[in-house]
């Protein structure tokens, strides 16, 4: 047989384990620690669900890495990327030159983004996406003879990528610690976090969002408004847990950057194609970005392609203008990934999943959220579309939390891969961002499987004694 072509060779999970120890650096992870215990090797899929290499069957309720939006095993991306990569696997937008998937794919967004975005810049990940952002921004500022316009505000508990630029916008403060970030010219305010910063305070959850907002003024007059290109943030924090703004905190940010008329970019890369019950979260909260960042569910995760659409404001400038833009990416506009992601957006259109999430499984999963609420551990129930967060807490009366180093919400997420399913644990915040095809059956099995895990993780953490 030819080589090329051998099937996988089988292993035993060990085996897996033990190769993979033995080459595979892999991201966010203490090497050592899982050397030791060993990876997770997942190995098919299937709707809503994983199996892995000891054929256990589990929930996906974080949609790979909140990305496979369409949910798994959908021929009609398969098909694309087929089709495609027999056509022509490869070629780049550089030299004036185009491929018909990156075209369509063009036309597509702008189609399905608000009327502002006429065009595409095309990345091949978010991260690389927030990195043309910070040189698009510059660039539109230089252009308009204001390159004094250099510093761009974000938010503590930001996630905004791991590239230099990305984990700079970001606001983690774990990433910051490693490798002199943030770079020069990114400046941080807090997070409109209701629960960690305006409950204590006895501010209603609004009364919370005007003074969150109001931060991005003191930090625009303390920078200097003249020196101030942009502001970037997710309409709903995702890798920071799931946090939810008040209602009244996204118009505030609207108005207060058109005061100063600083570009407004929100960062959609898991917000976007459908996650809120919206095609782009902006929508759902009511702003106008300037400029949108956005990957993962554009493919739903089928192939790696990310960008940045560029509003009428920046776009007009930088083409006007004129000059080459200095940037690009060798997989700037793939054509194997355009094609996917022209697909799965079809897909999105004709399965409707913006309107099942917006008017079906969206108000149905808040409802299984309120009910949640009322375990003896949840301290709060956010969900935003099809993402939702549990705050886990020691006293739920007052709210208090767990001292962070007894890893509460670790303890529930052992409890969750072992009964079968995959939500994360941010701090104390245990998550979930499944699938835009889940149904309401499938929403009761999901939450069935959470309320076991907290009580287990109930019963656990008196056992310790943490209670
Ligand atoms: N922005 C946001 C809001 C994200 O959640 C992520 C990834 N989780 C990124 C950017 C970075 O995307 P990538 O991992 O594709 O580089």
Redesign the pocket.
């Known amino acids: 047989m030819n080589a090329v072509l051998a099937p996988r060779r089988e292993r035993t999970t060990a085996e897996w384990q033990a190769a993979d120890a033995a080459h595979f650096l892999h991201p966010f992870t203490d090497f050592q620690s899982l050397a030791q215990k060993g990876a997770r090797i997942i190995t098919r899929a299937d709707n809503i669900y994983l199996w892995d290499s000891d054929g256990h069957k589990i929930l996906d309720a974080m949609s790979g890495?909140?990305c496979v939006n369409v949910g798994y095993g959908q021929p009609a991306l398969v098909d694309a990327a087929t089709r495609q990569l027999k056509e022509l696997p490869f070629y780049n937008a550089f030299f004036q030159t185009a491929t018909p998937p990156a075209i369509e794919l063009a036309e597509l967004l702008s189609e399905v983004t608000p009327p502002q975005f006429n065009h595409v810049f095309f990345s091949g990940?978010?991260?690389?996406?927030?990195d043309t952002v910070v040189r698009m921004v510059r660039r539109y500022w230089d252009l308009l003879g204001r390159p004094e316009r250099q510093v761009i505000i974000s938010r503590r508990n930001?996630?905004?990528?791991?590239?230099m630029a990305?984990a700079s916008l970001g606001g983690m403060s774990a990433m910051h610690a490693q490798g002199g970030l943030p770079i020069p010219g990114i400046v941080h305010i807090e997070q409109p976090h209701w629960f960690e910063l305006g409950r204590p305070q006895g501010l209603s959850r609004d009364e919370f969002g005007r003074v969150a907002a109001g931060w991005l003024e003191q930090k625009i007059l303390e920078v200097g408004p003249e020196k101030v290109a942009a502001f970037i943030g997710?309409p709903v924090q995702?890798?920071g847990g799931v946090i939810v703004p008040p209602e009244t905190y996204w118009p505030e940010i609207q108005r207060i950057c058109d005061r100063y008329g600083i570009l407004l970019v929100s960062?959609?890369?898991?917000?976007g194609f459908g996650r809120t019950g919206h095609w782009f979260g902006c929508e759902r909260f009511g702003t106008r970005p300037d400029l949108m960042?956005f990957?993962?569910g554009v493919t739903s995760g089928y192939i790696?392609l990310?960008g940045v659409m560029v509003g009428d404001r920046v776009a007009d400038v930088l083409i006007r203008q004129g000059g080459e833009f200095t940037h690009g990416y060798t997989y700037s506009g793939h054509p194997v990934a355009c094609a996917v992601a022209v697909a799965n957006i079809r897909l999105i259109r004709e399965l409707k999943l913006v309107e099942h999430v917006h008017d079906d499984v969206g108000p149905y999963l808040a409802g299984v959220f309120e009910a949640l609420a009322e375990h003896p551990l949840v301290g709060e129930a956010q969900t935003c579309g099809l993402m939702g967060a549990l705050q886990l807490v020691k006293d739920k009366a007052s709210g208090t939390p767990f001292p962070a180093e007894l890893e509460v919400g670790m303890v529930c997420r052992g409890h969750c891969f072992a009964n079968g399913l995959i939500m994360r644990a941010v701090g104390d915040r245990m998550i979930i961002a499944p699938p835009l095809v889940i149904t309401r059956a499938q929403i009761d099995e999901m939450a069935a499987l959470i309320r076991r895990c907290l009580d287990l993780t109930l019963a656990d953490v008196r056992g310790r004694g943490w209670l």
């Open positions: 890495l909140w990940s978010g991260s690389e996406g927030n930001a996630y905004h990528g791991s590239t990305g997710e995702g890798a960062d959609e890369v898991i917000c960042t990957a993962k790696p990310g």
